[in-house]
């Protein structure tokens, strides 16, 4: 009674006057405005596969696929695929500062090995002077990798804010102890190029 008239479905399948005439323009939509449900339909999807042995095999492969770009910019440096632990200025900063030095706390790996076959060999006459020489060699190794970080902060501290810099402490020490070789990521910078800030 008070209500708009309903159309049949062949009246309203067929497109009115004011629709014949418009002509398409530039930079318009030039299509009706698709209705709510039929978009949310479209985009519906089960919250668990039905297949699941398809299921497992797509998280497997995306799995791969994030671990091997993840290792390329392990490899190469690329900040955008980087774990989030060395993403970021500030851990780059710190990991070209200690490649671009030499650092005792490097050769601490190799000079314990020699110790442990130095010892094998002359088992009691220089035990006690080479265990007392590693020592020296790790309390040298841990004050040589806290001046570094001392270094560092001095650096960073004049462009970034200490919540940017927290964390850089423990990445520095745990850095200077690793072989050059073995450094993940990778060092980007040869020795003596020290960054700028």
Known sequence: MFGRKKQS???????????????????????????????????????????????????????????????????????AHLPPRDRGPVRRFIRDYVDARWNIGEWLLPIMLVTLIVSYLQP???????????????????????LTWRKIKKQLSEKYSPAEISGGGFYTFMRTFQLRRWRMPRAQVARGQFPTV
Not at 22 to 49: F, I, S, Y
Request: glycine share 4%.
């Open 9 to 79: 479905p062949a009246e309203s399948s067929r497109p009115s006057s004011a629709q014949q005439l418009h002509e398409p323009r530039e930079g318009a939509k030039n299509r009706p405005t698709p209705k709510r449900r039929d978009q949310e339909a479209a985009r519906k999807r089960p919250l668990v596969d039905n297949d699941r042995k398809a299921a497992k095999a797509r998280a497997r492969d995306e799995r791969r696929r994030a671990a091997s770009l993840q290792h390329k910019a392990m490899l190469s440096g690329d900040e």
């Open 124 to 146: 009691n006459q220089t035990t006690l002077a080479i265990t007392m020489m590693l020592y020296l060699v790790v309390l040298f190794a841990i004050g040589d990798s806290l």
